[in-house]
């Protein structure tokens, strides 16, 4: 089946350390896309992709990383600059459809700064 | 810059009554998009609503966009447990292409 996988489910953190969140597509959608989701609060774009080797800043990019090497694959790197980088990070590819932006979500992965 | 905002921000209602999420945007846009969360979930996308009088309605949702007010509702008819989850509408306006902005949320509480 077709989908985004998002690794790891559950990841810790001590402060100062740099991690890596993974992001795999198989549906050959151009664009990919980064958001942060805080408690009670709505989705916030860090960065996306349009096309591999190619990446823009969204709304709150600071103290994160990307790289777009693959189509499939658009991973992102939470830097020790990031000062409060406990969150809930959900990656989505994106396809128009009939004149719509549709998203598909991965599962999310959930980042714990100890 | 695009703002949209969802009231109310939480919900609690009984099984069998009715009610209205309302989603308001700041600039001119003829797609909007419902998504729903579980608790600890991604998004699943529920509608997307593309022109001015657009309705669309699946089991005891029913959304719809008026873009001319830049508001976008999800009425919930006779509510059932299963509905509780988070609602989130998201605009993509002209000058944000394809990013899409989302509201905050509607935590909806579904109580027997």
């Known amino acids: 089946d077709g989908g985004i996988t998002q690794s790891p489910k559950y990841l810790f953190r001590k402060e100062g350390q740099n991690v890596t969140l993974s992001c795999e597509q198989n549906?050959?959608?151009?664009?990919m896309y980064w958001y942060r989701q805080d408690p009670g609060q709505g989705l916030r774009l860090i960065y996306y992709?349009?096309?591999?080797?190619?990446?823009q800043k969204g709304d709150i990019a600071e103290g994160y990383s990307v790289s777009r090497e693959k189509k499939e694959s658009f991973p992102l790197t939470v830097t020790s600059a990031q000062k409060n980088p406990t969150a809930f990070y959900l990656c989505?590819?994106?396809?128009?459809?009939?004149?719509?932006?549709?998203?598909?979500f991965g599962a999310g992965s959930r980042l714990t700064v100890l | 810059e695009l703002k949209v905002e969802q009231n109310p921000l939480f919900l609690s209602m009984q099984e069998g009554k009715n009610y209205t999420i309302y989603c308001n945007y700041s600039?001119?846009?003829?797609?909007l998009y419902w998504y729903r969360q579980d608790p600890g979930k991604s998004l699943e996308s529920l509608f997307v609503?593309?022109?001015?009088?657009a309705v669309k309605q699946e089991g005891r949702l029913m959304a719809s966009l008026d873009t001319k007010a830049r508001l976008s509702t999800l009425h919930i008819t006779a509510a059932v447990h299963d509905l509780s989850a988070t609602y989130f509408c998201?605009?993509?306006?002209?000058?944000?292409?394809?990013?899409?902005?989302f509201g905050e949320g509607t935590q909806l509480t579904v109580n027997p």
């Open positions: 989505a590819s994106q396809r128009w459809v009939d004149g719509a932006n549709v998203l598909t």
């Open positions: 549906l050959n959608h151009d664009a």
């Open positions: 992709s349009q096309i591999v080797n190619d990446f």
């Open positions: 600039t001119t846009s003829d797609r």
């Open positions: 609503l593309l022109s001015n009088g």
């Open positions: 998201a605009v993509d306006g002209e000058t944000s292409g394809s990013r899409l902005t």
